[in-house]
Nanobody
Framework: QSQLVESGGGSVQPGGSLRLSCAAS????????IGWFRQAPGKEREVIAC????????????NYEETVLGRFTISRDPGGSVVSLQMDHLRPDDRGTYYC???????????????????WGQGTQVTVSA
């Protein structure tokens, strides 16, 4: 049975950095499109970054939501078992629960909707405050 386990959340001051990791068991991220989602308190879960580069779709796109573009970076470890989200210059409105998700490879130009991901991590909490 496949499983995604996240780590790396925490509390930082504005301007600080965190690195979230998502470790897979039972599957290889090399085969799957990746999404990182954020759910702020009282709001719906939204995609903030996605990576469609897989061994089936090597020219897949990496996209970032406008508010995190230039501050967040998604990456994949060569072994295919870990994906990460480096978050720099964090702001108070970045707070929320962050989820990694995996879904079928695709070649769509933008991030696919939430329902297109069929494997989810448990979520990790990020707090940004002075």
């Amino acid at each position: 049975q496949s499983q995604l386990v996240e780590s790396g959340g925490g509390s930082v001051q504005p301007g600080g950095s965190l690195r979230l990791s998502c470790a897979a068991s039972g599957i290889s991220f090399d085969d799957l499109a990746i999404g990182w989602f954020r759910q702020a308190p009282g709001k719906e879960r939204e995609v903030i970054a996605c990576d469609a580069r897989t061994r089936f779709t090597p020219r897949g796109r990496v996209n970032y939501e406008e508010t995190v573009l230039g501050r967040f970076t998604i990456s994949r470890d060569p072994g295919g078992s870990v994906v990460s989200l480096q978050m720099d210059h964090l702001r108070p409105d970045d707070r929320g629960t962050y989820y990694c998700a995996a879904g079928s490879a695709h070649e769509r130009p933008l991030c696919v909707p939430l329902d297109d991901y069929d494997r989810w991590g448990q979520g990790t909490q990020v707090t940004v405050s002075a």
